[in-house]
């Protein structure tokens, strides 16, 4: 379980979180989303300990401040929106370096088997830096894997955070990436992801967070969150949400409306 | 000198590679080792005297001193000081995560130098007491901590929320450079004329003068460094991600940076102090083995410590046989050598440079 209660982030005078409680289960996807500037990626860095907030963070009962380095290693990968690397490393060394943190290190085969689970089987020789801001970030995506290889580790969740994981990839591999967080949390484990992209929000997650001006606007299941007024408000744009008979909403830019001048 | 196949990628994992590399570069330095006991202006022979010693005859006083005195200090100075300029390059290097940074580059040798002529100019200012106890270690006691010093300056002025700018990094090191320098000329301007012959001798940037004594002094930091230094070579892997993504992998980066740091200044205030600073060794020597072994420190800095000692053992052969009996200093060696060798690396291999 991942707790979060009360985050207040401030960067100098200005709070860019208030007041913000978050959980997360393991087994579910939990979806951080909201505008530009609203907060998302603060509240994911406040969640994996990047920055010390007010409040305080629980995962799996462990104190994130309190914690050390290589034990939340252990529980937990998190993928940054960018990872520009120092150094020509190659795709495998990067993938290896997650190795580094987990208890998966005497696995053996596994950076090949990290690699191909993101779709890059056989770019192990090739230079991280040569490859296109797409496979990057895949490459990235395989080194957070290769640390949580295991969803369960001795019976308890494992968890990864995403930044933005879909943000540089086309299609195809955006649903791609989406499932494999989707077989993560169905496996036993723990994501929380911050997404751009409202409508694989309402496909692959199982809870949403709606964020704007650093408060939460709206928390629960996709169904309960996704809606128009709510939308509307975070996003500042009237915003029609519809919905597939099977699959729960969806919404299409088209059929927002005038965008109001501010 | 170091094998530089032409098909990088071929076969992704480079650590048997790397393996062979720091087994070549052993056998390298144990060859030049000896080459260096074996050439010198006098022409004492250490075979000679090694045959001697087995028959069990007296050893002459000449070959004696010449050996023992003169060309094996010279040596173990040389090996350590290259080392841990080669080393301090890597590590620094991957401190910033920047392959600019260089100890003589950015003003950390600058500092290191700026404690020790402080050391030796304003010694005599020392209550007796303190300045008898600290004997030869005052020199290398005060480069470390001029190098510490401005070690520390340079990261804290050009780390940013976790990001290390490279421009800040580099401006800010020619400042601090500048400064250790100009405050340099002033202690110089204040020295008197014994103090002066010691710093003229101090700034020649040689090995000529190691002694036993001297290497005493010099030696426990440059030992103490390179052995904390393979320590560091995981998290400076790690760290190659970014101070964040290092944390999130296990790593504890300020520890790391803290020892890091101490490492650099460590090694790089020990080899100015003995030897004044010998520039071009701690930014040729990593990069050469990045091309040929790939950037994973856990073998980098292995074979840099290797690769250093080993050219800076034979520069310092050059250094003293070329004009014989006179000596050239040695800084002058290994730029005119490694200049040209480095440009050549750097037109062949400009495509992984880049990365």
Known sequence: MLDAKDITVRLGHRAILTGIDFRARPGAVTAIVGPNGSGKTTLLRALTGDLSPDGRVRLNGHDIASTRPWVLASLRGVLPQATPLAFPFTAAEVVRLGLMGGVEAAEDGLVPKALARVGLAGFEGRYYQELSGGEQQRVQLARVLAQVWHPMAHGRPRWLFLDEPVSSLDIGHQLQVMQIARDFADAGGGVVAVMHDLNLTAMFADAVTLLAEGRVLGQGAPADVLRDDLLSRAYRCPIRVNTTPANGPYLLPHAAGQIAAE | ?355
Request: contains cysteine; positive net charge; hydrophobic residues 60%.
């Open chain 2, 1 to 355: 000198m170091v094998a530089i196949s032409p098909d990088e990628t071929a076969q992704w994992d480079r650590a048997p590679r790397a393996r062979r590399t720091t087994l070549m570069l052993a056998a390298l330095l144990g060859l030049v080792s000896v080459f260096s006991l074996t050439v010198g202006a006098a022409g004492t022979s250490p075979w000679a005297v090694l045959a001697d010693w087995l028959a069990g005859r007296e050893i002459g006083l000449a070959d004696r001193v010449v050996l023992f005195e003169i060309r094996l200090p010279r040596l173990a100075m040389g090996a350590l000081v290259g080392a841990s300029l080669a080393v301090s390059g890597a590590v620094m290097q991957g401190l910033f995560r920047n392959p600019l940074a260089d100890p003589g580059l950015v003003g950390v040798s600058a500092g290191a130098g700026l404690g020790a002529i402080a050391a030796i100019v304003l010694g005599g200012l020392l209550p007796a007491g303190l300045a008898a106890a600290l004997g030869y270690y005052a020199v290398p006691v005060a480069a470390f901590a001029g190098g510490w010093a401005s070690t520390l300056v340079l990261y804290a002025i050009s780390t940013r929320r976790g990001r290390t700018s490279v421009a800040t990094m580099l401006l800010a090191g020619i400042a601090l450079g500048a400064l250790a320098g100009a405050l340099s000329g002033i202690l110089v301007y204040m020295a008197d004329d014994a103090q002066l012959r010691d710093l003229t001798f101090w700034g020649l940037g040689s090995l000529a003068g190691a002694t036993w004594a001297k290497l005493a002094a010099a030696a426990p930091l440059m030992i103490l460094a390179l052995a904390c230094a393979p320590m560091l070579a995981r998290g400076l892997n790690g760290l190659a991600l970014g101070e964040a993504a290092a944390n999130h992998i296990g790593i504890p980066v300020q520890r790391l940076k803290a020892v890091a740091i101490l490492t650099v200044a460590g090694a790089t205030g020990a080899a100015v102090a003995v030897s004044g600073g010998i520039g071009f060794v701690g930014i040729v020597v990593p990069h050469l083995l990045r091309l040929a072994i790939g950037p994973d420190h856990r073998f980098l800095l292995v074979n840099a410590a290797l690769l250093g000692a080993a050219l800076l053992i034979l520069a310092d052969v050059i250094a003293r046989v070329i004009i014989a009996p006179a000596e050239l200093p040695i800084g002058i060696v290994t730029a005119t050598l490694g200049g040209p060798f480095f440009l050549w690396i750097l037109l062949r291999k400009r495509g992984v440079l880049d990365l």
